[in-house]
């Protein structure tokens, strides 16, 4: 278990003993297969895992997940799927307010500064009561996730799964319709970002591939001929809502933002069900081909 | 087959292997290079944050912390950019013992490192400065931050210091009223008057009374202008326009003149003074009362004993 991984083949291996990185490889089999990633996508993952996995100085703590993620940000090998798209329609974007986000994104010091707020809710009050969200947004404010990227769904879409659960239990199906595993606690607080087409105007929506994900995000490569992915639901572990992923998105005057409210269990989510699913085949000749690019 | 091994289990192992291997562990999590399941739409900051605040990790919290103070000796604290500094400032404000926190504060607040922590390009800036104070336990480190908070590029960070400071520190109110009044000042100029609200709520006035004797006339007037603009006169929606003067005795003025009632207040003049004692008069007025009563009681007595003689 978690043994380093020093060339192409242990990473192989590595990647077959665990349920994340079978899942992994057969992502990348869908998104060949459905021409979401193409082979000179696959061959600078392959070059570059084969650069980090060759020198084990530089691989103190790796492991497959390791070794992985760095490749594909060595090579920026995310926000490349395809098909591209517009918007035409609304957009959301789900996030989890805490302080750290919120001092990120917002500027509070008209209000005393952050300390000034007693929890997440209040401060979700103050943002939702704004008339005018730019009185509260930093200047220059933008979204983005731990990658320059974000993942999006269509508002409406959005909106009227939510509008069959009560107002209560809204923040946790949000969490589980878009498979946003990391908004886990009992205690987190949700709220979403609206972007109006005029807002993304200037980007391009593309269909979210497995080096969107990397191997730590609850993600499954559509399967289906669409410009989009399909969400993970997290309770269902099957298909759910569609999903895009695009460059950082400025928060401005045309931003609008809803509350969801706190998030009322943990996931039931698991790898091993998950792991079910994947496909053995697809699964070996990802790794054959890996194999021969190292 | 086994499962993929979790963050929290990696966590563990390098606990038992002691605090430098923990410390490496971490500066990978804050760089990105191990990260916990389901970063989707998540800063970094809040991913550090959401880890080392899981249940499971309740038992490790101590070691973690012990992992972060003997990292920041030897992290390359200047090489990391905004970003990741902004994760440590997250990380420090999730750790709950006062002891190792105030320790790592005191580093962050004493390191030749500071100004790339504390600097406004920092989007985690506010957050650390929250954090720092909630925990500095020692004066200096307070002193050292008030006195970056001074730079003009601070100013905006002054009310977050001033409030958390009031309500433990007197001496410090003393020091940060002055910037306080500018901070309020740069604020009304933008036509908002949070800072005096958030005042009302958090500011320990008796504190501030106890000081008001050890003020110079200009940090005094600065004083008589606070207590002045948290009237409740002003209302949100109120347009004040507010003013520093000097006159040819060099004794700075404060002048506050709200637009929507047509009504100026120059707290240095008589009539303002008299304006805000009357205020406070009415704010305490049963106390006063009572007073007044107690007074006429003892006056009465006095006449008794003075006609009896």
């Known amino acids: 278990m978690g043994d380093a991984v020093h060339d192409i083949a242990k990473w192989l291996e590595a990647c077959g003993r665990t349920y994340k990185g079978r899942i992994f490889l057969d992502n990348i089999g869908i998104d060949l297969a459905k021409l979401a990633i193409d082979d000179v996508v696959l ?90 969200l730019t009185r509260v947004l930093r200047s220059g404010a933008i979204l983005r996730s731990r990658l320059p990227m974000v993942w999006m769904t269509h508002e409406n879409i959005l909106n009227n799964t939510l509008a069959l659960h009560v107002n209560e239990r809204r923040a946790t199906a949000a969490r589980d319709e878009l498979g946003l595993l990391g908004y886990n606690s009992n205690d987190d607080c949700l709220g979403m970002f609206i972007f109006p087409i005029s807002a993304l105007a200037h980007h391009v929506l593309r269909r979210p591939t497995s080096f969107d994900a990397s191997a730590n995000l609850v993600f499954r490569s559509n399967e289906q001929d669409e410009p989009c992915g399909r969400t993970l639901n997290l309770s269902t572990v099957a298909p759910s809502l569609p999903e895009y992923v695009t460059t950082p998105v400025s928060l401005n005057s045309d931003t609008r933002f809803m509350r969801l409210g706190t998030v009322q269990e943990s996931s039931r989510f698991s790898w091993l069900e998950l792991n079910a699913r994947t496909v053995e085949t697809r699964v070996t000749s990802v790794g054959t081909r890996l194999m021969g690019l190292g | ?173 003393q020091f940060l009223i002055p910037e306080f009044i500018k901070a309020c000042q740069n604020q009304l100029d933008r036509g908002h008057n949070g800072y005096i609200h958030a005042f009302d709520r958090s500011l320990n006035i008796e504190a501030l009374r106890q000081i ?46 709200d637009k929507k009632h047509q009504v100026a207040f120059k707290p240095h003049h008589e009539n303002a003074m008299a304006e805000a004692e009357l205020q406070h008069l009415r704010d305490n007025r049963d106390e006063y009362l009572k007073e007044l009563i107690d007074l006429g009681l003892k006056q009465e007595r006095i006449e008794k004993e003075l006609e009896m003689a």
């Open chain 2, 1 to 173: 087959m086994t499962n993929a091994i979790s963050l929290e289990e990696d966590i563990m192992l390098a606990t038992v292997a002691g605090p430098e291997r923990l410390s490496d562990l971490l500066l990978d999590i804050m760089t990105g290079t191990r990260l916990p399941d389901g970063e989707k739409n998540q800063t970094p900051a809040s991913i550090v944050l959401q880890l080392l605040r899981g249940e499971d990790l309740v038992a490790f919290r101590r070691k973690i912390e012990q992992a972060f103070a003997y990292g920041l000796d030897k992290w390359p604290l200047g090489a990391l950019g905004a970003e990741h500094q902004g994760i440590i400032a997250a990380t420090l404000l999730s750790h709950s013992s006062p002891s190792i926190a105030s320790k790592v504060a005191r580093k962050l607040a004493e390191t030749s490192k500071r100004d790339a922590f504390f600097s406004p390009q920092n989007p985690y800036v506010d957050l650390l400065v929250e954090c720092v104070l909630r925990h500095a336990g020692d004066a200096d480190t307070k002193i050292a931050i008030v006195n970056i908070a001074k730079q003009e590029d601070w100013l905006r960070y002054v009310p977050s210091i001033f409030f958390r400071m009031a309500n433990i520190d007197v001496g410090f109110c």
């Open chain 2, 212 to 257: 008001t004797d050890t003020l110079t006339p200009q940090q005094s007037a600065a004083f008589d202008t606070l207590f002045l603009l948290r009237s409740r006169r002003f209302s949100p929606g109120s347009q004040i326009e507010y003013s520093e003067n000097s006159d040819e005795g060099q004794n700075v003025r404060y002048s506050v003149y």
């Open chain 1, 43 to 132: 061959e600078t993952f392959g070059r570059a895992l084969g650069a980090f996995t060759a020198n084990p100085d530089d691989l103190r703590t790796a492991r497959f997940e390791q070794a992985a993620t760095r490749a594909i940000e060595a090579k920026s090998l995310f926000l490349n799927g395809k098909p591209e798209s517009s918007a035409t329609s609304a957009m959301a974007c789900v996030v989890k307010i805490d302080e750290a986000f919120c001092s990120y994104v917002f500027d509070f010091t008209d209000y005393g500064g952050i300390g000034a707020f007693d929890g997440p809710e209040e401060i979700l009050d103050l943002i939702e009561n704004a008339n005018d």
